[in-house]
Each structure stands twice: as structure tokens, then as C-alpha cells.
């Protein structure tokens, strides 16, 4: 779906750009606390240089306004020509370092500032450096202020160039993927119509042979009809899967469509083939409609696919139970055979595209229910499978009815698959 596609290319340069700009802000951030721890680190040193040649020498270089020096003889506090601030001297401190005779180194925080003492023995008298650290506190909210900036400077420009880089680095795969889905439109397109000639060519090889009684080869034609029937299919899944991905966004959704009608109709069609191949055919669906918003053709190749596929590996004497309810908000419809089955295993990769189990032989997994799991997700439902060799298979399709809360947000998805009315056959 190319809306979808445009969506997942503008996520994916989203999350590029964003990771180039939490990585460089990142880095940012980190080369700023590296920096501010450095600079919180060089401040304290110096602060306590500065108090250490305070208490030796009665005076420190700094700013007279930003330290003071303090004397205690045991009796009195002498103090400078600067007046201290409040709270100051430490009085207790003082005592305490004159009964000890240590050194105590202290911070406190007042005034709106912090301030580092430093009090210690100097003969028979106490002095105590005291040092304003307002200038240092400054100069770190001034860096911090800058770091921030920086890096919220930094984190937008990085975001911006890793954008233009993600746009750069997944172009390519948006133009890589738009060339894929535009050749296989083509190629189908241009296989489609010598398939058909040769598939008419090989029929009517084969109408002349059973008129004119020559028969000699008619097993080989048979076969050559099969083969390019098969070939056709894959070419008609091809363009589907293409048409699909590139449907236009501006179709009003269709009607819902009553799935018990659907079934009953496509069950009916069956109704030959199955006798002609002796496998019992059981029905069993609601007496009243049952309505699900989506593509009637889609939901048919749905229904189709699964019991032709049913059909091609349930042998003789088998059976295929076709059910249809309602439960909850949802519509079930399950498909469940006694044939060849498969291994539990695989039920997964059953919808990859091509993909053979261990042991499939000619059972045809591949682009089919690959393209059956595409139109059930676009119609926002799910689709499971059940297996167990030699004991049958079971499909189970569950869709949102009509009016259901799950339906909402949907039209988008369902108007992609309305151009395969314009040239899908079920």
C-alpha cells in the first residue's frame, strides 16, 4: 500500500534523525558535565589553597568583600578592617578547635551563598578563614546556562541533519521499492496475456485430439494445460499483490458484504468439484446475514482460495466443514478438511510467500495465502491455521462485523483493495 509504504519511509527518517540527535546531544550533555565537573573541582582546590595560606599568613588574595580572617586568643575575637557577614565567626568552631588543637574545614550555606571555613591552630591563637564562594556559583550556573543551550541547540540542529540524512539514506529503498511493486504490475502484466494464448492453444490441441480419436498424446496435453493454468494463477496472484500495494487512497468504501451469501455462493460453486473428487462438502452457516464492512471480490478470493485449497489436498472419501458464526464484534468463518494436513510448525510461515514446508511435495503454500493474509490484515482481521500431518488442516478467518468499535479507521485499508474489482477475478 503506498500510503502505508510513505508512512513506514517518513517513521524511518523520524527515528534516524532522532537517534543522530540524542546521540550527538548526548554528547553534548556529556562532554558539559564532564566540563562543569572539572570546573567544580578546580574552584574547591583553589578555594582551599586559598583558605590554607588565609590561616597561615592572616590574609587571602581573593576579593576583600568575598573573605575574612578571624583570631582567637581563648578570650576575645579579633576581626578586620571588613566587616563579616552575618553568622560569622563560628564561635563554636572556634572553641572547639582551641580545646583540641585541630583543624576543622567546613561549609555553610547562608545568606544565599555558601561559604568555606577553615579554622585551625596557629600558635596560642585560633584563626578562621572564612571565603564567599558567590563568584564561583556564578561562574557555574553561567555554565550550566551555556551548556544547556548549547545542547538544546545542538540536539535540534542534529535532529534536523539526521533527518536530511535519513531522508538521504532511505530514499533509495523507497524508490527501490516503488520499482519492485511498478515491475511486477508489468511483468504480470506482459505474462499474463502469452500465458492465456498458450493456455487456449493447449486446449484446443487437446478438443482435437479427443475428436479425432487420436489420444497418443493427450496425457501430455492435459498435463501442459494444468501447467499453464498454474502459471496463470501465479501471474494473477502477482498482480493482485501489486494492485494491492498500489491502490489509490481517494475511493469511497463499499457496502458491506454478507459473508453468509458469500459463502453459501462460493460452497455452492464447489459443489461439482467436490463431488466429482468424492469429498463430502458440509455447510453450516447462519440463517440471517451477517454483514462485514469490506471488498466483496476480495473477501470472495478469500473464501475461494481456502476451499479450493482444501480441496486439492483432501482425498477421496475425506470431508470439508465449512462453518460460519458470529462471536462477539467479530465474524468466524473456519474452513476445516481431513486431508494431508501439515506440520504445526509451519503454520506460520504457511503465509510466507513461497514458502514449503518439510515434506510439502506439490502442495502450493506460497504467493496464495500469502496475498489471502494481506487482504484479511487490510480488512483488519486475522487469519490462523491449524495442522497435524495426515489429520487435516483448519483455517480460521475472524473479521470485524459491521458498526463494530474495530471497524473505525478502516476505510483507508479497505479502499485499497477496491481497484481489485477493476481486474481480479476470484
Given at each position: 500500500?503506498?500510503?502505508?509504504?510513505?508512512a513506514?519511509?517518513?517513521?524511518?527518517?523520524?527515528?534516524?534523525?532522532?537517534?543522530v540527535?540524542?546521540?550527538?546531544?548526548?554528547l553534548?550533555?556529556?562532554?558539559?558535565?564532564?566540563?562543569?565537573?572539572?570546573?567544580?573541582?578546580?574552584?574547591?582546590a583553589?578555594?582551599?589553597?586559598?583558605?590554607?595560606?588565609?590561616t597561615?599568613?592572616?590574609?587571602?588574595?581573593?576579593?576583600?568583600?568575598?573573605?575574612?580572617?578571624?583570631r582567637?586568643?581563648?578570650?576575645?575575637?579579633?576581626?578586620?578592617?571588613?566587616?563579616?557577614?552575618?553568622?560569622?565567626?563560628?564561635?563554636?568552631?572556634?572553641?572547639?578547635?582551641?580545646?583540641?588543637?585541630?583543624?576543622e574545614?567546613?561549609?555553610?550555606?547562608?545568606?544565599?551563598?555558601?561559604y568555606?571555613?577553615?579554622?585551625?591552630?596557629?600558635?596560642?591563637?585560633?584563626?578562621?578563614?572564612?571565603?564567599?564562594?558567590?563568584?564561583?556559583?556564578?561562574?557555574?550556573?553561567?555554565?550550566?546556562?551555556?551548556?544547556?543551550?548549547?545542547?538544546?541547540?545542538?540536539?535540534?540542529?542534529?535532529?534536523?541533519?539526521?533527518?536530511?540524512?535519513?531522508?538521504?539514506?532511505?530514499?533509495?529503498?523507497?524508490?527501490?521499492?516503488t520499482?519492485?511493486?511498478?515491475?511486477?504490475?508489468?511483468?504480470?502484466?506482459?505474462?499474463?496475456?502469452?500465458?492465456?494464448?498458450?493456455?487456449?492453444?493447449?486446449?484446443?490441441?487437446?478438443?482435437?485430439?479427443?475428436?479425432?480419436?487420436?489420444?497418443?498424446?493427450?496425457?501430455?496435453?492435459?498435463?501442459?494445460?494444468?501447467?499453464?493454468?498454474?502459471?496463470?494463477?501465479?501471474?494473477?496472484?502477482?498482480?493482485?499483490?501489486?494492485?494491492?500495494?498500489?491502490?489509490?487512497?481517494?475511493r469511497?468504501?463499499?457496502?458491506?458484504?454478507?459473508?453468509?451469501?458469500?459463502?453459501?455462493?462460493?460452497?455452492?460453486?464447489?459443489?461439482?468439484?467436490?463431488?466429482?473428487?468424492?469429498?463430502?462438502?458440509?455447510?453450516?452457516?447462519?440463517?440471517?446475514?451477517?454483514?462485514?464492512?469490506?471488498?466483496?471480490?476480495?473477501?470472495?478470493?478469500?473464501?475461494?482460495?481456502?476451499?479450493?485449497?482444501?480441496?486439492?489436498?483432501?482425498?477421496?472419501?475425506?470431508?470439508?466443514?465449512?462453518?460460519?458464526?458470529?462471536?462477539?464484534?467479530?465474524?468466524?468463518?473456519?474452513?476445516?478438511?481431513?486431508?494431508?494436513?501439515?506440520?504445526?510448525a509451519?503454520?506460520?510461515?504457511?503465509?510466507?510467500?513461497?514458502?514449503?514446508?518439510?515434506?510439502?511435495?506439490?502442495?502450493?503454500?506460497?504467493?496464495?495465502?500469502?496475498?489471502?493474509?494481506?487482504?484479511?490484515?487490510?480488512?483488519h482481521?486475522?487469519?490462523?491455521?491449524?495442522?497435524?500431518?495426515?489429520?487435516?488442516?483448519?483455517?480460521?478467518?475472524?473479521?470485524?462485523?459491521?458498526?463494530?468499535?474495530?471497524?473505525?479507521?478502516?476505510?483507508?485499508?479497505i479502499?485499497?483493495?477496491?481497484?481489485?474489482?477493476?481486474?481480479?477475478?476470484?
Amino acid at each position: 500500500m503506498e500510503a502505508v509504504e510513505k508512512a513506514i519511509v517518513r517513521r524511518a527518517r523520524l527515528r534516524i534523525g532522532l537517534l543522530v540527535g540524542l546521540t550527538i546531544g548526548g554528547l553534548l550533555l556529556l562532554a558539559g558535565g564532564i566540563s562543569y565537573a572539572v570546573l567544580v573541582r578546580g574552584q574547591e582546590a583553589q578555594i582551599q589553597r586559598e583558605l590554607a595560606w588565609g590561616t597561615e599568613h592572616g590574609t587571602i588574595a581573593g576579593p576583600p568583600a568575598c573573605s575574612w580572617i578571624f583570631r582567637y586568643d581563648g578570650a576575645t575575637v579579633l576581626t578586620g578592617a571588613n566587616p563579616p557577614p552575618p553568622g560569622f565567626p563560628l564561635h563554636d568552631t572556634l572553641a572547639t578547635v582551641a580545646a583540641n588543637r585541630t583543624t576543622e574545614i567546613t561549609t555553610v550555606a547562608r545568606n544565599g551563598t555558601t561559604y568555606h571555613v577553615r579554622t585551625e591552630a596557629r600558635g596560642d591563637t585560633v584563626v578562621q578563614a572564612v571565603f564567599d564562594a558567590r563568584f564561583q556559583l556564578s561562574d557555574r550556573r553561567h555554565l550550566l546556562l551555556a551548556f544547556s543551550l548549547a545542547a538544546v541547540a545542538g540536539l535540534l540542529a542534529a535532529v534536523l541533519t539526521g533527518v536530511l540524512v535519513g531522508r538521504r539514506a532511505v530514499a533509495p529503498l523507497a524508490e527501490a521499492l516503488t520499482r519492485q511493486r511498478r515491475f511486477v504490475a508489468d511483468a504480470s502484466h506482459e505474462l499474463r496475456t502469452p500465458i492465456a494464448q498458450v493456455h487456449t492453444r493447449a486446449q484446443l490441441i487437446a478438443r482435437r485430439a479427443r475428436n479425432d480419436g487420436a489420444a497418443t498424446n493427450l496425457d501430455d496435453l492435459e498435463r501442459l494445460i494444468g501447467t499453464t493454468r498454474r502459471l496463470g494463477e501465479i501471474v494473477d496472484d502477482l498482480l493482485l499483490s501489486a494492485r494491492l500495494a498500489a491502490a489509490p487512497a481517494d475511493r469511497e468504501p463499499d457496502p458491506p458484504v454478507d459473508l453468509t451469501a458469500l459463502i453459501g455462493t462460493t460452497v455452492a460453486a464447489e459443489g461439482d468439484r467436490a463431488a466429482e473428487r468424492q469429498v463430502t462438502l458440509v455447510l453450516d452457516v447462519p440463517g440471517d446475514p451477517l454483514p462485514v464492512p469490506g471488498v466483496e471480490s476480495a473477501l470472495r478470493r478469500v473464501v475461494g482460495e481456502l476451499l479450493a485449497n482444501a480441496l486439492a489436498h483432501t482425498p477421496a472419501g475425506g470431508r470439508i466443514t465449512v462453518t460460519l458464526r458470529a462471536v462477539d464484534n467479530a465474524a468466524e468463518f473456519v474452513i476445516a478438511d481431513t486431508g494431508k494436513g501439515f506440520d504445526q510448525a509451519d503454520a506460520r510461515r504457511i503465509f510466507d510467500r513461497f514458502h514449503r514446508g518439510a515434506g510439502a511435495g506439490d502442495r502450493r503454500f506460497g504467493l496464495g495465502l500469502a496475498l489471502l493474509q494481506e487482504v484479511v490484515t487490510s480488512h483488519h482481521g486475522t487469519i490462523e491455521a491449524e495442522g497435524h500431518p495426515g489429520r487435516g488442516a483448519r483455517f480460521t478467518v475472524r473479521l470485524p462485523t459491521a458498526g463494530s468499535s474495530a471497524t473505525t479507521g478502516r476505510a483507508a485499508r479497505i479502499r485499497n483493495l477496491r481497484m481489485w474489482q477493476l481486474g481480479a477475478g476470484t
